[in-house]
């Protein structure tokens, strides 16, 4: 077994014990790979290990593993900030996108979804710390957006997305995780797909577990420390 099957096991460990402590079914929780900086090597690793969906933030470094990793069954996330002039590439070669913000970037997905793919899987990013350097819209303003993105027969709204702020006081990581948690549960009573919550990485999961998680984001507890970025992606 390789490091990245046995930190893959490791993880889903947390993620059951996290569920059973919540009083919640492990299988509601899907486990999203964040592969981005690592190359296919590690991807294939996880693959092997059972692992199908992975999540990247970089669109020139995603295609590179996309065409690379062309054969094998992989759900790909975009998990990044979305620039304008980067929507084709990802309309085109993702399953989802998790960090809608404006309803500009909303429109062009949508227009550059190929019509032989099914709809895109969109999330709405809401920055909940508030943090000026964080993406996504402000609490409250994710309706509106919502609204727009139903109008658009190329993309399916699924739910929310959210990035804490980082800290080790669980009760304030539990509280950014439950403010979520009570917009999405609005969101979904206007429309029932819109039942994911994608919130929760390797420092924070078992917070965003007990608050209603879906799908959490797991990076460096699968794949190790975090490599370098290289400029230009």
């Known amino acids: 077994m390789t490091i990245i099957a046995e930190n893959l096991q ?26 981005k900086t690592f190359d296919a090597s590690a991807i294939n690793a996880a693959w092997q290990a059972g692992q199908r969906a992975f999540g990247e933030n970089f669109v020139q470094e995603a295609l590179d ?12 996330h975009f998990i990044g900030p979305v620039q304008g002039n980067k ?22 997905l949508n227009d550059a979804r190929p019509a032989h793919l ?12 508030g943090e000026s350097s964080k993406s996504g819209v402000a609490p409250g303003q994710e309706r509106a957006l919502a609204a727009m993105i139903r109008t658009l027969p190329r993309l399916r709204l699924r739910g929310l997305m959210a990035i804490p702020e ?8 539990r509280r950014r995780f439950a403010l979520l948690q009570s917009l ?13 919550l994608s919130m929760g990485m390797s420092d924070d999961l078992e917070a965003a577990i007990a608050e209603g998680s879906t799908m959490v984001r797991i990076g460096t507890a699968i794949f190790g ?7 230009g992606h």
Request: charged fraction near 25%; hydrophobic fraction near 40%; aromatic fraction near 4%.
């Open 118 to 129: 099914p709809p895109l899987n969109v999330l709405i990013q809401v920055n909940v710390s």
């Open 166 to 173: 980082p800290t080790p006081d669980a009760t304030l990581q």
């Open 10 to 35: 490791a993880v889903h460990d947390r993620i059951r014990r996290a569920a059973a402590a919540a009083h919640r079914s492990a299988e509601d929780i899907r486990l999203l790979a964040v592969s």
């Open 225 to 231: 420390s975090r490599k370098a970025v290289k400029s």
């Open 184 to 196: 999405q549960q609005e969101l979904q009573s206007d429309d029932s797909s819109a039942n994911t």
């Open 87 to 108: 929507t084709r590439p990802i309309a085109e070669h993702f399953a989802w996108v998790h960090s809608i913000e404006r309803e500009k970037i909303a429109q062009r």
């Open 65 to 76: 593993k996309i065409a690379g990793l062309n054969d094998f069954d992989i759900e790909w």
